[in-house]
């Protein structure tokens, strides 16, 4: 059962042009949610994250927007380049007495910028 | 600072084979995880450990074992390897605390034939 639905599995943009990614959780207890990046032969790492008390976290040209009552969020990447392909990976942590231990993720999206 | 290393980065297993992935953090992180990729799949939770001695079972626990005796070391153990355990793992680890980042190795991929 997957927690975190991501989409689309892939993704070609051309350059210059605007790279959206989806994901959509049911579990109301996730209360942290980051993205993260992965280049081929490489861990993930981290590009960006938000906390559900707001709705815009903007750094450089990595957006990601977030709509508590619907459950959804999205990574807005303006002005792709071509350095920017890459495999992206939505994820969610869940709040516990011990603090966010479980980090799960989504299926992953390859995005690939075309000049 | 060399931050989370995996050992092996690669390794071919027979069928029943057993073997032990060694995951090393030198950020004195308290929570540790192992995940598997797979096409299609994403990174799928393991394992994980929120502290020396603890450890608990992820979304696809079955067929692995893991031991954190040291802190900034977690074994990942297949005791009778099998094809459909043929992936990348990857180890990550992180601080105590809320909203914190993990930080990744970089990946053992693992053949069962």
């Known amino acids: 059962q997957q927690q975190v639905k991501q989409s689309p599995q892939s993704l070609i943009v051309q350059k210059g042009g605007i790279s959206i990614i989806n994901c959509a959780y049911e579990?109301?207890?996730?209360?942290?949610f980051p993205w993260y990046q992965q280049f081929p032969g490489k861990g993930p790492a981290l590009l960006i994250a938000?906390?559900?008390?707001?709705s815009e976290k903007k750094e450089g040209r990595f957006t990601i927007s977030f709509n508590k009552s619907a459950k959804q969020f999205s990574l807005h990447i303006m002005d792709s380049q071509p350095g920017d392909s890459a495999t992206y990976f939505c994820a969610a942590s869940i709040r516990t007495n011990f603090g966010n231990e479980k980090l799960t993720f989504g299926t992953g999206t390859r995005l690939t910028i075309i000049p | 600072n060399a931050g989370v290393t995996q050992t092996p980065k690669f390794r071919v297993l027979k069928t029943g084979q057993s073997m032990t992935l060694l995951c090393a953090q030198d950020?004195?992180?308290?929570?540790m995880y192992w995940y598997r990729q797979d096409p299609g799949m994403g990174l799928r939770l393991i394992h994980y450990s929120v502290g020396e001695g603890t450890t608990a079972k992820g979304e696809v626990p079955d067929g692995y074992n893991v031991s954190r005796l040291k802190k900034q070391n977690f074994l990942l153990g297949l005791e009778s390897a099998a094809p459909s355990q043929t992936s990348v793992y990857f180890c990550?680890?992180?601080?105590?605390?809320?909203?914190?980042?993990?930080?990744f190795g970089q990946g053992t991929r693992l053949t069962v034939v």
């Open positions: 990550a680890s992180r601080p105590r605390g809320s909203n914190t980042e993990a930080f």
């Open positions: 579990n109301t207890a996730f209360d942290y």
């Open positions: 950020m004195n992180h308290e929570y």
């Open positions: 938000i906390r559900p008390d707001v």
